[in-house]
């Protein structure tokens, strides 16, 4: 059994402490309802957490996370996922006496899967009793609180605060950020406890702010991505009107069209959905000319993909393909170059620390978050590379612009966000990823 494992009163007690803020957590589902094994602490990294549960639990796989409670919903972000986590993770803490609804969310915030259904309220969850339950010292020994303070829970603390103070108010900014340089040095030299206590009060600065509203707030949306969202919208509407090979060219037109906003070239965007529209126009308004109307339906290719107007020039295209392709890979070194600067780094400050070999450990977990960014995008622009243009070129440059947003979410996930803006090393390497796949999107548009 894992020693993170908790049951009946113990997860009743750290559900309280989730109530309050996201805390660890792993699951290890096993054949039946009474072997699943769920592990949750409020210090220990969510990935030590997988790895014990994966090891000493039931099964041979395990979901780690971290978990909140709002209301009667306990949401789970996932690093790690398994099937029909939602229910088998429900059944389970109704065994145990606790009556919560699950939703499974990726770690860029969607949602995976959930069950929820109308609950009876449970007084002992509003209980605050016991909140501190992992926290209190063993019998005997006054110092164990201060035992437990994990490095790694405060670096990831840190990483948070600090990108939290950059985003603060001007006048407010240098302090905070001087304050988290204070605690970053009491990190290094292992005054753990200190820096524990001066991390939470940035925390609680940074939460007052928050609620005051003083915090500067996101950048509004374009209006001009929401006026073509519902355009798009509209003309998809329209498109049922019309069948055959007219419908199929101006379908993959619209696409283009998407992909054009998602790249936020709103202008080129505009002038393909209005050429769209016209053909739809005069394909509605002609209904016995279907063989001239077809060949018009070719017609909205042309602004969207204004960079490729005749006369064609493949040997251009394709050197822009492999610059495309050579840039991404050079990204990807660098992102590794720059996971393993901050694993040494951590590594280095982690001598004579008593959790060396966890620290160690979840540094090199942690490096291999590259693996999070598959072949993909260099393959499909390899593809097009070897692909003559016409509508199989163009299909593969729709699928490498579906990768480049997936990437993009990837990079907006809290662990990469959080890595520019780490304590330890001076890093700039997501920045210059989201410019790469930026440039990349411009070349396939």
Avoid at 151 to 170: D, G, M, N, T
């Amino acid at each position: 059994m894992s020693e993170f494992a908790v049951k009946g009163p113990e997860i009743k007690s750290l559900i309280k402490v989730a109530k309050k803020g996201p805390i660890p957590f792993a699951f290890n589902p096993g054949k039946a309802d009474n072997e699943h094994l769920l592990a949750m602490h409020r210090r220990k990294p969510a990935a030590l957490l997988g790895k014990s549960a994966k090891q000493d639990g039931p099964g041979n796989k395990a979901a780690f996370g971290t978990c909140e409670v709002d209301g009667k919903v306990l949401s789970l972000t996932c690093e790690k996922t398994v099937p029909n986590l939602a229910k088998r993770l429900k059944k389970y803490l109704k065994s145990q006496k606790v009556s919560l609804n699950v939703r499974v969310l990726d770690a860029a915030g969607n949602v995976l899967e959930d069950d929820i259904e109308d609950l009876p309220d449970d007084d002992l969850l509003d209980d605050d009793d016991g909140v501190q339950a992992q926290e209190a010292a063993p019998a005997g020994d006054a110092e164990a609180p201060v035992d437990q303070i994990d490095a790694r829970e405060l670096i990831a603390r840190l990483q948070a605060v600090s990108a939290r103070a950059k985003a603060a108010p001007a006048e407010v900014v240098q302090k905070l950020t001087a304050a988290v340089g204070e605690a970053a040095n009491q990190v290094k030299a292992q005054a753990l406890e200190v820096a524990d206590g001066q991390i939470t009060k940035l925390e609680q600065a940074l939460d007052r702010l928050d609620g005051q509203g003083s915090a500067p707030p996101a950048a509004p949306p374009n209006p001009m991505a929401d006026t073509l969202a519902k355009a798009i919208a509209a003309t998809e509407s329209s498109l049922q009107a019309l069948q055959g090979e007219a419908q199929e060219k101006l379908n993959q037109a619209l696409g283009m069209v998407r992909d054009l906003v998602s790249a936020e070239d709103y202008n080129k965007a505009a002038n393909g959905l209005k050429s769209i529209r016209d053909q739809i126009a005069k394909l509605t308004s002609q209904p016995d000319a279907e063989p001239a109307q077809e060949e018009q339906a070719e017609a909205p290719q042309e602004p969207v993909q204004q960079a490729e107007a005749a006369p064609p020039r493949p040997k251009i295209s394709v050197v822009a393909f492999q610059r495309s392709r050579l840039m991404w890979l050079d990204t990807k070194r660098a992102l590794q170059s720059g996971l393993d600067t901050l694993k040494n780094a951590i590594i280095a400050q982690a001598d004579g620390d008593e959790d060396k070999d966890d620290i160690v450990a979840a540094a090199t977990e942690m490096a291999d978050r590259i693996n999070d960014f598959d072949t993909l995008l260099e393959d499909v622009l390899d593809d097009i590379t070897n692909t003559p243009d016409g509508p199989d070129r163009d299909r593969l440059r729709s699928k490498a612009t579906g990768v480049i947003r997936e990437y993009n979410s990837i990079l907006d996930a809290p662990f990469f966000k959080a890595l520019d803006a780490n304590p330890f090393t001076k890093l700039d390497v997501v920045g210059s990823a989201k410019q790469s796949l930026a440039l990349i999107q411009k070349t396939l548009a």
